[in-house]
Nanobody, 114 residues
């Protein structure tokens, strides 16, 4: 399974971005998917996850502002980020879990700054 994240950029506080993660390969083997954020000060932390049936989980800091979704027809994972805050700055990575291993894509930089 290969993952390719995109959609990052520079945005002002209060703005919005939508991240995409296109995946290919043995996509039928993927169970859970998620977005993680890494900064120079912190390890790679969970932002949001979604199970194959569609159950979602969010970090407390993004609840009510971010929405994770998955389009099976397009083999794409999304993260809609609204009301962005400076603390949302970081490199965002998408992750896919199959029954036997975890896959990571290259990150996409999100910078929230005025």
């Amino acid at each position: 399974v290969q993952l390719q994240a995109s959609g990052g950029g520079l945005v002002q506080p209060g703005g919005s971005l939508r991240l995409s993660c296109a995946y290919s390969g043995n996509s039928a083997s993927i169970r859970n998917m998620g977005w993680y954020r890494q900064t120079p000060e912190k390890e790679r932390d969970l932002v949001a996850t979604i199970s194959r049936p569609g159950a979602t989980k969010y970090a407390d800091s993004v609840k009510g502002r971010f929405t994770i979704s998955r389009d099976f027809a397009k083999n794409t994972l999304y993260l809609q980020m609204n009301s962005l805050e400076t603390d949302d700055t970081g490199v965002y990575y998408c992750r896919a879990d199959s029954s036997w291993r975890t896959y990571w894509g290259k990150g996409t930089q999100v910078t929230v700054s005025s």
